[in-house]
């Protein structure tokens, strides 16, 4: 099972921290023409190849960087503005079923079977898929009730609600894994004391119940991933 999550970081770490912004919009742009689709299928088969670790993983390493490619392909070649959200996930479920397989395979052709022996990386992939992954993941999740502002001006930092939503997750992560769940409440308390302040004075019921259903959604994930954290480390 060690492996698949090796995988899975290497999926995360090259198709969402390591993958530029703008190398995803030179992409939907000029589609397979585009010189980052082949970097981005490089690094894959990069990050798959290091992270496993095993001269005789560098075949199917390759083999599952060609595929992640063709898949963002076919995503680049048919999605429209319209069905972006829904190509999206369509993608992510083609990579997971990709990465699976491959495990599969390679398990099968070595006979070679690990269990979880590496709280480390165990704790590293799921610090990692609390952060700018999980935070695409949410935005995607509600994007169809995103409130529109076209009358007020933006007073907020430049992706302040971004880096807000991963350092509160990180921190409730870190209070499940040690113990602390009494934090969590704190935590959540404080953030609705600062936040929905400003909502009560915009006076926009649309813009609040969003802002509700993200950082539900947010402290709901991380809950999940510290429970299944401890389950799986012991």
């Known amino acids: 099972m060690i492996l698949l999550v090796q995988l899975f970081l290497a999926h995360i770490l090259g198709d969402f921290l390591l993958q530029p912004t703008s190398w995803v919009i030179d992409k939907e742009i000029k589609k397979h023409h585009s010189k980052y689709l082949y970097y981005h299928i490089a690094l894959h088969a990069f990050l798959a190849c ?99 502002n076209k009358h007020k001006k933006e007073s907020s930092l430049s992706n302040a609600g971004n880096y807000i939503g991963i350092l509160e997750r990180l921190f409730v992560f870190t209070f499940i894994i040690t113990g602390h769940f009494e934090a969590i409440g704190f935590l959540l308390a404080a953030k609705s004391i600062f936040r929905f302040g400003d909502l009560k004075e915009a006076k926009d019921r649309r813009l609040t119940e969003y802002v509700l259903i993200g950082t539900l959604l947010s402290f709901g994930i991380a809950l999940g991933t510290g429970l299944l954290f401890t389950t799986l480390s012991h």
């Open 50 to 148: 290091v992270i496993v670790g095993n001269t005789d993983f560098i075949a199917f390493g390759i083999s599952l960087a060609i595929i992640h490619g063709i898949i963002d392909f076919i995503k680049l070649k048919f999605q429209k503005n319209k069905t972006k959200r829904l190509y999206f996930w369509l993608d992510q479920v083609a990579h997971l079923l990709t990465i699976v397989a491959v495990f599969q395979l390679y398990t099968n052709s070595t006979l070679h079977f690990l269990e979880f022996t590496n709280t480390n990386l165990l704790l590293i992939t799921a610090a990692v898929f609390l952060t700018k992954p999980c935070s695409i993941l949410i935005k995607n999740a509600i994007s169809i009730w995103t409130p529109e």
